[in-house]
């Protein structure tokens, strides 16, 4: 049955939505086996324009299951792949109507599978792929972020270095074995 969701369509009235049931789904609907917006989370991050930004960018994407993308608006998300605790075996939800807002807000006619279009714009799993998105798109900031990211290596490891060295001794001490 329809029922209106309070979000306001092109005609300033409220739409009408089907309220998915609890546990089975008619075999027409589309999310019927799916289960797909149960499986990750995604929330809004700056976007990196720092060294220190970047860097964040680059110590999420050394994580597994954790990737970053640009939607189509331009904005940043950083999305950790995990399943809901509540989505059963037949990929419902088992908390469906106490569940969550922003999973009641989420509308099952704009999700990727029922728009045939993607979220993101561009999406990075592995560092490298940042890095190279970042030389192409933004290569000043690339080359700026490298020089940076080459100081803060020598840095490292000449503090490292320095760590390592036993200490020297000082004039009248007795060394051992002496």
Request: one cysteine or more; glycine letters at 6%; hydrophobic letters at 25%.
């Amino acid at each position: 049955m329809a029922k209106s969701n309070g979000h306001r369509g092109d005609t300033g009235e409220p739409e009408d939505t089907m309220e998915l049931p609890l546990l089975e789904l008619p075999g027409t609907h589309t999310c019927n086996d799916c289960g797909e917006c149960c499986t990750y989370l995604a929330v809004e991050i700056d976007h990196p324009t720092s060294f220190e930004d970047i860097e964040h960018v680059f110590w999420y994407l050394t994580h597994r299951d954790v990737s970053v993308y640009i939607d189509w608006e331009g904005d940043w998300f950083i999305e950790f792949r995990t399943v809901c605790e509540h989505v059963t075996d037949e990929k419902t939800c088992g908390i469906y109507e106490e569940r969550p807002k922003i999973c009641s807000d989420f509308s099952w006619n704009e999700c990727e599978r029922t728009t045939r279009e993607r979220a993101w714009k561009y999406h990075f799993e592995k560092p490298d792929q940042y890095f190279d998105w970042l030389r192409e798109k933004q290569p000043a900031r690339y080359d700026k972020y490298t020089k940076a990211r080459r100081k803060q290596l020598e840095k490292r490891r000449a503090q490292q270095t320095e760590e390592a060295e036993p200490p020297a001794a000082a004039e009248g001490d007795v060394q051992a074995g002496a």
